[in-house]
């Protein structure tokens, strides 16, 4: 009796340690990379890392989609300003690769929202208003299956910038320290020239 | 007046420290500590065990046959996809390991060799055993499509993907097609 008992228990404590068979994919630091703001002319770069979480390696690849809906404008496709580097991957387990996606917003891109139709297409339950999305799929290496997530991408293209706009915001923000600076330098200017009046009247 | 102007300029100096002493205050910020999960793909796996797949394959038909038995090669041919009112069994599961439900959407390659005619798919909960028709538009042609099966899976659960092809005209061909699962946050 006693036999069986320890017999059992040791079955039941062997299987803690059964490693358990959880099949994973690939990870991505980024769920989406909407609102990007750049200027036109510029080039806006992002960082996205993926990690291979699947025992074995997989090879797989980026690239743009544009989900076409009736009735969208030119604003919507912005799959051509878009690069990723490298585009190209294999990953192992534990594995962090990091990729950089660059989006060139082309010199006569107008000012607004382009790639998506609603600032808010980030947001879950929001996914009817996203347009532009990079993805990344991939296989184990040699199958022909492969799992891969979308990726929205939406830019905020912005009015050219005014060469000043440093200097204002600097002046906005110390506003009260920059005027008593000024009246303290009038003051000291001041006393300054009635000293050297006397100096010369002596 | 001097001693005047000099107390003037003194109390507008202390005046201004004040107001720098301040702004440095008033700039420190509260730490806050925040994380979040990394998104992770639908993972493709077997009919029954976690174990990833890397292949799908629809044994052989006569032209224009619909091919309703294919396999993946963790279960292998043994253990075909079954179509049935009562104890249908899907060809591969989709799990979501990611920390959010996800959207799925299913691509095809073109199929090589013009070997297919069309494809349809079923994306059902595994608990429905109940599939005997396949008939969801993946692809009309043969060639390459994108599908939102708008079909939801939410965390940690899983879903029954069945396929069914249609064999075009041609005899005596074999092709080819990458089948991918995507998801997106919905």
Redesign the interface.
């Given at each position: 009796m006693y036999c069986k008992s320890t017999i059992l228990f040791a079955l039941l404590l062997g299987l803690l340690f059964i490693p358990g068979s959880t099949a994973l994919a690939t990870a991505v630091d980024r769920n989406s990379l909407c609102n990007l703001e750049g200027y036109p002319g510029k080039t806006i770069s992002a960082e996205i890392t993926l990690e291979g979480t699947d025992p074995e390696e997989r090879a797989g690849f980026w690239y743009t989609y544009y989900k076409e809906v009736e009735g969208d404008d030119d604003r919507m496709d912005i799959t051509s300003w878009i690069t990723i580097e490298p585009k190209d991957y294999t990953i192992k387990q534990e594995e962090i690769k990091a990729f950089t996606v660059k989006v060139k917003i082309p010199g006569d891109a107008r000012q607004g929202l382009w790639g998506a139709t609603s600032e808010e297409a980030a947001k879950e339950g929001h996914s009817a208003e996203r347009r532009t999305y990079i993805v990344f799929k991939d296989a184990i290496t040699g199958g022909n299956v492969y799992s891969g997530l979308l990726i929205p991408v939406s830019v905020k293209v912005l009015a050219s910038p005014n060469p000043l706009a440093p200097v204002i915001n600097f002046v906005k923000q110390n506003i009260m320290t920059i005027a008593l600076s000024i009246v303290i330098i009038v003051l000291l200017v001041a006393l300054l020239v009635k000293r050297r009046k006397q100096v010369g009247k002596g | 007046?001097?001693k005047k102007?000099?107390f003037?300029?003194g109390v507008?100096?202390l005046?201004?420290t004040l107001?720098?002493s301040v702004?440095v205050l008033a700039s420190n910020e509260a730490t806050q500590s925040a994380s979040s999960a990394?998104?992770?793909?639908?993972?493709?796996?077997g009919k029954v065990?976690?174990?990833?797949?890397?292949?799908?394959t629809f044994p052989e038909g006569a032209p224009s046959a619909t091919v309703s038995v294919p396999y993946?090669?963790v279960d292998t041919s043994s253990d075909p996809q079954s179509l049935d009112t009562t104890a249908s069994e899907p060809v591969?599961r989709l799990?979501n390991?990611s920390a959010?439900?996800?959207?799925v959407?299913l691509?095809i390659t073109t199929w090589a060799n013009g070997v297919a005619a069309s494809e349809d798919y079923e994306l059902v909960v595994t608990t429905d055993t109940t599939v005997a028709v396949v008939d969801n538009v993946l692809s009309s042609n043969g060639n390459a499509a994108?599908v939102?099966t708008t079909v939801q899976i939410p965390t940690t659960e899983y879903r029954a993907l069945y396929l069914e092809l249609v064999l075009s005209s041609l005899a005596g061909k074999t092709g080819?097609?990458?089948?991918?699962?995507?998801?997106?946050?919905?």
């Open positions: - | 007046m001097e102007i000099l003037l300029v507008l100096v005046a201004a107001i720098v702004t990394k998104a992770t793909t639908v993972t493709v796996v065990a976690d174990t990833a797949i890397a292949t799908i993946n090669d591969v799990k390991t959010g439900t996800l959207k959407w691509e994108s939102d080819t097609s990458t089948l991918t699962v995507l998801g997106e946050t919905p």
